[in-house]
C-alpha cells in the first residue's frame, strides 16, 4: 500500500433525513442569505414538473432565477453559456446563492456555476486541479437520486466537446458549503435508474478500498459506504424509506471519501466510453466494470447479482454502439493515469491495452 496525505475537506453543513428539506431556509439564512439576496436555482427537470409532490414549489417560486438543467451531462460550453445568463440577470454577483437540486448533472451544473461566477476564464481553463483563484458564490446541493457523490465530492464533472475530455473543475471553492440530504425526494426513482446510479456509490467505495494508494480515513468512509450499499442493493425492499436513507448516506460517504483518495480503473473506462458512445454515467460504469471483469471479478459478480434478483437489464455496450472503437477507448481512459496506476499499478498501460478489451469482449 502506498502512503499518501491529502487534505480530507467536508461540507460544513448538513441537513439530513427525512422530512429535512424543510430546513433549506435556515440553511439559506446560514450562508448569509438576507431580503435582498438573489437565490438561484438550478433543478432537474423531473423535479420542476414534479415540483409540488415534493414540496419545492414554494422554494422555486421564491427563487430569483429558475434554471431547468438539461439532461445531459454538463459541457463546458453549456457552463459558459450558463454563466452568461445568469450573471446577465443578476443585480449584485456578490449577494447571491445558488441552490442546485437533482442528480449529478445538476448538482455538478450548480458546483461549476458557482466558480465561474466569480472566475472570469472559460470552463475549459479550469478542468484540473486546484485552478480557480477567487473564492465561489456560497451553494446548496439537495440530491434527488443516489449515487454519484457530487453532493461531497470536491469535482463538478465536466466534459470538453471539442477535445473530448472529461475532467472535473477539482478546487476546494467547488465544494458544497451546505447539503439537505432527505431520503423523502428519492421516492420516485425508477427501479433501474435507483440501481444503475446507486451502484456509482458502490463502485467508489470498492475502487478506493482495492488501489493502492490509501489512506486510513478515507478507507473507513468507504468501508462504510460499502456496506450499506451491500445492504441496500441485497435487500427484498431496496427502495424502502429506511434504504433510500441508506443509500443517500453511502453515496455521501463515498464522494466524501474520494476528497482523499482515488477512484480505480472503472472511472477513466467508463469516462472513455461515456464520451464516445454518450452513455449515461451509472449505465457507463457497469458496461466498463464487465469491460473489466478480469480485474474486479467480485464486484461484477455482485452487480450481475444483484441486477437480476431485481430484474433488470445488465446494459450492454451493444446498446449504445454497433462496433467499439477500442484503440479509442485506450485513448480517453489512458488520460487518467492516477487512477489507472492507483488500480493497476505502474504499469497499467501493459495491462490496459485494446487486446485487453478485445479478449474480455469476446468471452461474453
Ligand atoms: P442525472 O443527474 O442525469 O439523473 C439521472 C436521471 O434521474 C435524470 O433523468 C433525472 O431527471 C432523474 N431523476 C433525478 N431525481 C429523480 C427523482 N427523485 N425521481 C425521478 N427521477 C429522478 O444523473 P446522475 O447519475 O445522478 O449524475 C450523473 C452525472 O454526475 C454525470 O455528469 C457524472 O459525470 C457526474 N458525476 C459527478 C461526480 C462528482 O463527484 N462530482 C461523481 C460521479 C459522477
Ligand atoms: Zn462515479
Redesign the pocket.
Known amino acids: 500500500m502506498k502512503v499518501h496525505h491529502r487534505v480530507n475537506l467536508a461540507v460544513p453543513r448538513i441537513a439530513s433525513g427525512p422530512g429535512s428539506l424543510s430546513s433549506l431556509g435556515t440553511l439559506l439564512e446560514s450562508l448569509g442569505k438576507s431580503s435582498s439576496s438573489e437565490v438561484i436555482f438550478l433543478a432537474?427537470?423531473?423535479?420542476i414538473r414534479?415540483k409540488a409532490k415534493?414540496g419545492l414549489e414554494t422554494f422555486f417560486a421564491e427563487s430569483s432565477i429558475l434554471i431547468e438543467v438539461p439532461?445531459n451531462?454538463?459541457t463546458t460550453t453549456y457552463l459558459d453559456s450558463l454563466r452568461s445568463e445568469v450573471l446577465g440577470r443578476v443585480k449584485d454577483v456578490s449577494n447571491c446563492l445558488v441552490v442546485g437540486v437533482?442528480?449529478?448533472?445538476?448538482?455538478?451544473s450548480a458546483?461549476a456555476l458557482s466558480v465561474l461566477m466569480t472566475n472570469d476564464l472559460p470552463a475549459m481553463e479550469y478542468q484540473g486541479w486546484d485552478i480557480p483563484t477567487r473564492r465561489a458564490i456560497p451553494k446548496i446541493g439537495i440530491p434527488?437520486?443516489s449515487?454519484?457523490?457530487?453532493e461531497s465530492?470536491r469535482?463538478?464533472?465536466l466534459t470538453n466537446p471539442v477535445s473530448g475530455l472529461?475532467l472535473?473543475i477539482n478546487s476546494d471553492f467547488s465544494m458544497f458549503d451546505a447539503l439537505v440530504l432527505d431520503a423523502n425526494?428519492?421516492?420516485?426513482?425508477?427501479l433501474h435508474?435507483y440501481f444503475y446510479?446507486g451502484l456509482?456509490a458502490y463502485m467508489h467505495s470498492f475502487e478506493i478500498l482495492t488501489g493502492s494508494y490509501r489512506n486510513p480515513l478515507s478507507d473507513s468512509l468507504a468501508e462504510a459506504a460499502l456496506s450499506l450499499c451491500e445492504q441496500v442493493f441485497q435487500s427484498p425492499e431496496p427502495q424502502s424509506i429506511g434504504n433510500r436513507t441508506k443509500l443517500m448516506s453511502a453515496s455521501y460517504l463515498a464522494?466524501q471519501a474520494?476528497t482523499s483518495s482515488y477512484v480505480g480503473a472503472v472511472h477513466p473506462v467508463s469516462a472513455a466510453i461515456g464520451v464516445l458512445y454518450a452513455i449515461?454515467?451509472?449505465v457507463a460504469n457497469i458496461i466498463a466494470l464487465n469491460m473489466l471483469r478480469t480485474v474486479y471479478p467480485n464486484q461484477y459478480a455482485f452487480v450481475g447479482s444483484v441486477l437480476k434478483q431485481n430484474r433488470i437489464p445488465m446494459p450492454s455496450i451493444d446498446n449504445f454502439s454497433e462496433e467499439v472503437d477500442f484503440g479509442r477507448v485506450v485513448e480517453l481512459a489512458s488520460r487518467h493515469s492516477l487512477p489507472l496506476e492507483n488500480a493497476l499499478g505502474e504499469a497499467w498501460s501493459q495491462t490496459l491495452t485494446e487486446d485487453f478489451f478485445h479478449g474480455n469482449i469476446r468471452e461474453n
Do not use: C, F, Q, R
Not at 44 to 47: F, I, K, L, T, V
Open positions: 432537474d427537470s423531473y423535479m414534479n415534493h439532461a451531462e454538463p437533482g442528480g449529478g448533472v445538476t448538482l455538478d458546483k434527488t437520486i449515487g454519484t457523490g457530487a465530492s469535482t463538478a464533472v472529461k472535473g425526494l428519492t421516492a420516485t426513482v425508477p435508474l446510479n456509482d464522494g474520494l449515461p454515467h451509472g
